[in-house]
Nanobody, 130 residues
Framework: QLQLVESGGGWVQPGGSLRLSCVAS????????IAWFRQAPGKEREGITC????????YYTDSVKGRFIISRDNAKNVINLQMNSLKPEDTAVYFC???????????????????????WGKGTLVNVSS
């Protein structure tokens, strides 16, 4: 059974950087699609980035493109989200999510869809403020 645990959240000043990690257990991640979602106060949950099986493709929403980078570390069974040049509007709870179906791809043109994901971490809070 695939399980996901996020870590790395916390407080950071605008312009700073954080790296979030999503550690998987129960399955090897290389052949599964993984996405990061976030939910800011008063807003709907949104998919911000994803990476498909075997790194076939990636996606970044416009608001994070050029600042965030998603990557895999297959040796450690970890997905990382490097966040640079953070802004106050990046404040949110960040969730790691997976589609626990072999080779099911979620990095389509419009980005990952919440309903396509069936395994979720509990979230980690990122607060960007002075």
């Amino acid at each position: 059974q695939l399980q996901l645990v996020e870590s790395g959240g916390g407080w950071v000043q605008p312009g700073g950087s954080l790296r979030l990690s999503c550690v998987a257990s129960g399955q090897t991640l290389d052949y599964y699609s993984i996405a990061w979602f976030r939910q800011a106060p008063g807003k709907e949950r949104e998919g911000i980035t994803c990476i498909d099986d075997r790194d076939h493709s990636t996606y970044y929403t416009d608001s994070v493109k050029g600042r965030f980078i998603i990557s895999r570390d297959n040796a450690k069974n970890v997905i990382n989200l490097q966040m640079n040049s953070l802004k106050p509007e990046d404040t949110a709870v960040y969730f790691c999510a997976a589609r626990a179906e072999l080779l099911f791809r979620v990095c389509v043109t419009e980005g990952p869809r919440e309903n396509d994901m069936d395994v979720w971490g509990k979230g980690t809070l990122v607060n960007v403020s002075s």
